[in-house]
Nanobody
Framework: QVRVVESGGSSVQPGGSLRLSCEVSGARDKWECVGWFRQAPGKGRDGVARINYTGGAAYYAPSVKGRFTISRDTAKNMVYLEMNDLKPEDTATYYC?????????????????WGLGTEVAVSS
């Protein structure tokens, strides 16, 4: 069974930076794509970034491209989301999720294992 645990959420001022971490555990052949999603208060959950664990190809939502960077540490089974130039509209609960297939979509059905989320608040 694949398990996903996020950490690193915090409060930060606009323009600041934050790094979220995602630990993925379980049989390695049961997961390949790891994605970050976020849900702002009162809104639906949206894909932010995803990465193919083998090879490292990454994909971003237009709203974060150029500000956020997703990466992985294959020795530690960790996936990170480096967030720079944070804006109040980035305030949300951030979720990490893992899917068995190669990354091809942000559709939630492609991700079988989900974490409980970590909160990010951007305000002055």
């Amino acid at each position: 069974q694949v398990r996903v645990v996020e950490s690193g959420g915090s409060s930060v001022q606009p323009g600041g930076s934050l790094r979220l971490s995602c630990e993925v555990s379980g049989a390695r052949d049961k997961w390949e794509c790891v994605g970050w999603f976020r849900q702002a208060p009162g809104k639906g959950r949206d894909g932010v970034a995803r990465i193919n664990y083998t090879g490292g190809a990454a994909y971003y939502a237009p709203s974060v491209k150029g500000r956020f960077t997703i990466s992985r540490d294959t020795a530690k089974n960790m996936v990170y989301l480096e967030m720079n130039d944070l804006k109040p509209e980035d305030t949300a609960t951030y979720y990490c999720a893992a899917g068995i297939d190669y990354c091809y979509t942000f559709r939630e059905v492609a991700f079988e294992a989900w974490g409980l989320g970590t909160e990010v608040a951007v305000s002055s």
